[in-house]
């Protein structure tokens, strides 16, 4: 099995930064699409940043030129790198990894534990 280990999330004051870290262990044959996704309370979850095994990257409007999805494939962990934070942005954060485990052509989706991010005013 895989697990995604989260951390990095916190209480900051608006115009903060925060960065969140999730690796991956376990039976680990190579990982394809990672990403972060938020839930607020009431609210729908969202798509934050994704990077695919190419390295493109993709971010909800509401968060470009603030935030920053990176990795370390040796580490098999991303990170997001949270800037200029604003009160709308509190919500759990989850990372969601797309992983084969081994050398068939199947991917499996995981997702980490979320981690609370509180930005206040």
């Known amino acids: 099995q895989v697990q995604l280990t989260e951390s990095g999330g916190g209480l900051v004051q608006a115009g903060g930064s925060l960065r969140l870290s999730c690796a991956a262990s376990g039976r680990i044959f190579s990982i394809n699409d990672m990403g972060w996704y938020r839930q607020a309370p009431g609210k729908q979850r969202e798509l934050v940043a994704q990077?695919?095994?190419?390295?493109?990257?993709n971010y909800v409007e509401s968060v470009k030129g603030r935030f920053t999805i990176s990795r370390d494939n040796a580490k098999k962990t991303v990170y997001l790198q949270m800037n200029s934070l604003k009160p709308e942005d509190t919500a759990v954060y989850y990372c969601?990894?797309?992983?084969?485990?081994?050398?068939?052509?199947?991917?499996?989706?995981?997702w980490g534990q979320g981690t609370q991010v509180t930005v206040s005013s």
């Open positions: 990077l695919t095994r190419g390295g493109s990257t």
């Open positions: 969601r990894m797309t992983v084969r485990t081994g050398s068939g052509n199947y991917a499996y989706e995981y």
